[in-house]
């Protein structure tokens, strides 16, 4: 109020004196003077200037295409250690495809060998004995064993053992030995074995 009547006493009252005194007692600083202070420490600043802008940028570029390139490389040295690991695991599955195929042949050579020393052994044994030991084969299911030996042995000797086969259960082995060599066994049981029938 005292701040009206002085300025009414002074003349000096109109529409801006109000705004002040109200601004004033409000605590509003309406002269400006916070803001002109404002304005000049934001000015005080250092500011970058446009080629300090273009050099940080092209750094983080140059920063980022590094980081590119060193990923690039990574990769093409991961990929190369994987066609390397690749190539060497091909290499070590062949070879070990062609060991076992060689272990097959030197196992198969075995069992043709031991096949043709049970055949000579049969031969050199009287027919009754040969029969008794070929019917054991038999049992031992075996039968494309017994098939090889009596397909190998000389006719004559084939005959005088396969005529002691006289009992109706030695007649029906003998029936089923006869089949099979008929069929071409065990021959046709190995091409189809092979040809995955």
Known sequence: MILLGYFLV??????????????????IDISGNR????????????????????QARKMESLEMDMRLRSQNEYRDDLSKMLAELRGQ??????????????????????????????????????????????LRIYEDERVDEVVNIIQAMPIEKRKDILA??????EADKLA???????????????INQAGGG
């Open 164 to 169: 002691e086969f006289v009992t109706p259960t």
């Open 176 to 190: 089923e030995i006869l089949r099979r060599i008929g069929e071409g066994y065990p021959t046709t049981s190995l």
């Open 89 to 134: 695991r091909d290499f070590f599955d062949e070879r070990r495809e062609a060991f076992k195929e060689k272990l097959e042949k030197m196992e198969q050579g075995a069992r043709d060998k031991g096949v043709q020393e049970v055949q000579r052994t049969l031969q050199s044994l009287d027919a009754v004995q040969a029969k008794d030991q070929l």
């Open 10 to 27: 002074q003349g000096s009252f109109n529409g801006d004196t109000l705004t002040k005194m109200v601004a004033l007692m409000n605590g």
């Open 35 to 54: 803001l002109q202070q404002i304005l000049k420490q934001s000015e005080d600043r250092e500011q970058p200037d446009f080629e300090e802008i273009l």
